[in-house]
């Protein structure tokens, strides 16, 4: 091979070290798109791929502080519907209490709305960082008491009567032609993004995660961190539940009955390391678009919603075998 190729075989292998192979494939994925079938490339279809993309980026940075200390959030679906349900109750009750404030009534119901969140998260972090009970074991307990719940005090019919304020502005509301929803991700990224880049927090995640044991060792306190990350993960599930109640309108017990899945299939997708000690949030932002993009994509070219689910999960399985063969290499050349 000549000088010439190995050096264009090192530049690439050096561009694919930096931006990583997801941006090429997101990339190539919308052009194919475009081509394919004109309507991706229409205004209203892109800024839905865009609010899509914003409720799984949200719940997924969530999933992903969770992974990147050494666990899984089996319970974000749940909390999702369980928010949504509490969120709706009460906005219902407090307009049957009197209370004459529509601004008043929308801004308790949604931190009513929040804290059943925040007690499974407080609940998973301290089963799993203080009993060390398995996190697999224990997010599925909370998610079926959760969904339970959410169920019951339903009975499992959709709940109305929220404020219009509530559903037209925060779920159909938009600011310069871009849904409210959006401006939330791209807070709720940077915020995760100074965390990790700029936070001695940040840096303790990544050390838990990477070898909690170690880091025990050395004076950090591990169940602090785990703990957090828990709860950082239910309360970006409980905005992603208001947000969606606010989108349909009603208040659902089976709200948010997928989001747990694709969760965890950004983040494995987005590199997100299921060993723990690695992942970044540029990488799962773009692995919530190409997903939406994705799923997007075959409902354009009107593929059976039944078939979106097993390509989803081809893409998971080629995303863990690429994670598998990347951390192979490494490991040959430590």
């Not at 369980?82 to 009197?98: F, I, K, N, P, Y």
């Not at 972090?125 to 339970?148: D, N, R, W």
């Not at 600011?175 to 929803?181: M, Q």
């Not at 880049?197 to 990477?210: E, P």
Request: hydrophobic share 55%.
């Amino acid at each position: 091979m000549s000088d010439a190729s190995l050096t264009r075989e090192s530049q690439m292998g050096r561009i694919l070290r930096v931006v990583g192979i997801l941006p090429i494939v997101l990339v190539l994925t919308c052009v194919f798109l475009a081509l394919y079938e004109p309507r991706f490339v229409r205004t209203n279809n892109l800024i839905n791929v865009l609010r899509n993309a914003s409720f799984l980026t949200i719940i997924s940075a969530g999933q992903m502080l969770v992974i990147i200390v050494g666990g899984f959030d089996i319970s974000v679906g749940a909390i999702v519907a369980l928010t949504s349900v509490s969120a709706a109750l009460s906005m219902a009750g407090l307009s049957e209490m009197g209370v004459e404030s529509v601004g008043m009534i929308v801004l308790l119901g949604c931190l009513m709305g929040l804290i059943p969140a925040i007690i499974v998260g407080i609940a998973n972090g301290f089963f799993v960082s203080v009993m060390k009970i398995s996190p697999f074991m224990v997010t599925i307990g909370t998610m079926t008491i959760a969904l339970g719940i959410a169920g019951y005090v339903t009975g499992g019919t959709p709940i109305y009567d929220m404020p219009e304020l509530f559903t037209r502005e925060i779920g159909r509301g938009k600011v310069f032609g871009l849904p409210y929803i959006v401006y939330a991700a791209m807070i709720v990224v940077l915020v995760i993004w100074y965390i990790q880049n700029q936070t001695r927090m940040g840096r303790y995640f990544y050390a838990v995660g990477g070898n909690e044991k170690a880091s025990r060792l050395s004076g950090l306190n591990t169940r602090k961190y785990i703990w957090l990350a828990y709860v950082f993960s239910a309360l970006l599930a409980g905005i992603v539940g208001l947000f969606l109640t606010a989108r349909v309108g009603s208040g659902e017990a089976t709200l948010g009955s997928n989001l747990m899945l694709e969760s965890i299939s950004v983040a494995v997708i987005g590199g997100v390391a299921l060993k723990g000690g690695v992942g970044r949030i540029g990488m799962v932002v773009m692995a919530a678009l190409f997903l939406s993009v994705l799923s997007n994509g075959m409902s354009l070219a009107r593929i059976d919603s039944k078939y979106h689910i097993i390509i989803i999960g081809l893409v998971i399985i080629i995303a863990v075998a690429a994670e598998s063969f990347r951390e192979s290499r490494k490991g040959r050349h430590v």
